[in-house]
């Protein structure tokens, strides 16, 4: 951080943008879930939000894209506020080491998801935030409205409806933690709750934004309020670490070297602790999920500006 105002980060971001852009076509869009079938794959945008409120942007970063799983980010700080350590009585911590929406650790380890970002894990979250808050669909999108600074933050019903039309694994998903008494409210209210957090719409400046409060110890630049404690948000960090990326992240620690969370629309948000909230976007996936042109992203920009958390 010391010598980051001899980094030209405009020039950086237009190289990467370059780059990338000469790769556009690699990756497929995910098509299980219909809707997110029907992205165009030649986009990409990053967005950085620096601690003193300043952001840099370049390509698409102002067009917005569904989030899906960058919401389990948002969904865990709010459960962990809510349900304290004793969150980690329902769900662990630890890499899990198989896709993002893998069963079989689940029966071997009766209920309990590896972490709060595989699939499994996020539902017992989303079901934790369902049984602590009030219309929890509209206290999410008001937070991550506030997040943001953009009121105009929405929800894509198509593709909420889309998911929840096609979404087979995730209800047998749901059912099984249930049978192990790990979910507490109604199945279908938690699998909607889930949908509906997955099926944000936002953009990249928008993203960087509302991670930011994760590089600056839990503190919301844009309403000024205390979102977690600085211990809460290193802890979410780690969890990003270790589980962010599903089974790619170890590939991501070595050659990204940040906490970050993906999403199937392509997204990828990632914290420099105490330097800023960041944010990329490329609808082509690899075969781990992640975006494939997002990751090279990141990977070159830490490369170039030497910020990685190692
Ligand atoms: N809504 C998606 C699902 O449940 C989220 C997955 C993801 O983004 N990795 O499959």
């Known amino acids: 951080p010391d010598d980051l105002g001899r980094l030209d980060l405009d020039d950086i971001l237009g190289t990467i943008n370059e780059e990338v852009r000469r790769r556009f076509g690699e990756g497929e869009v995910a098509d299980y ?22 952001v840099h ?41 198989d896709p993002y929406n893998s069963l079989i650790q689940l029966e071997l380890e009766k209920g309990i998801p590896r972490n709060p970002f595989m699939n499994a894990g996020a539902l017992v979250t989303a079901d934790v935030v369902l049984s602590n808050y009030d219309d929890a669909e509209r206290m999410l999108l008001d937070f991550m ?25 995730n209800v ?3 059912n099984f933690i249930r049978s192990y008494d790990n979910l507490h409210n109604d199945v279908q ?7 509906q957090q997955c099926a944000l719409r936002m953009d990249c400046v928008d993203l960087a934004r509302s991670v930011q409060y994760l590089a600056d110890g839990g503190r919301c630049r844009a309403t000024g309020e205390a979102v977690t404690t600085a211990e809460g948000a290193t802890r979410i960090n780690s969890v990003m670490m270790i589980a962010g990326t599903y089974d790619a992240a170890g590939d991501f620690a070595y050659h990204v070297g940040l ?14 602790p105490r330097v800023m909230g960041l944010c990329v976007w490329s609808p082509g996936l690899d075969e781990k999920g992640n975006s494939l042109l ?3 992203a990141l990977h070159r920009f830490t490369r170039m500006t030497g910020l990685s958390v190692f």
């Open 33 to 54: 879930i219909p809707k997110l079938a029907e992205v165009p794959k030649d986009r990409f945008g990053m967005a950085l939000a620096m601690l003193d409120g300043r």
């Open 145 to 169: 409205r506030a997040r943001s600074g953009n009121p105009e933050v929405g929800t894509d019903d198509v593709v909420a409806k889309s998911e929840r039309e096609s979404g087979y694994r």
């Open 294 to 296: 997002g990751r090279y």
């Open 57 to 97: 942007e370049v390509g698409d970063a102002r067009e917005r894209f569904s989030i899906q799983s960058i919401s389990k980010v948002y969904t865990l700080t709010l459960a962990l506020e809510a349900a304290g350590d004793a969150l980690w009585t329902r769900v662990d911590r630890e890499p899990s080491g």
């Open 189 to 195: 209210d938690v699998l909607d709750f889930y949908y």
């Open 259 to 272: 906490p970050a969370k993906s999403g199937v629309g392509g997204g990828i948000v990632a914290v420099v």
């Open 172 to 174: 047998a998903m749901a």
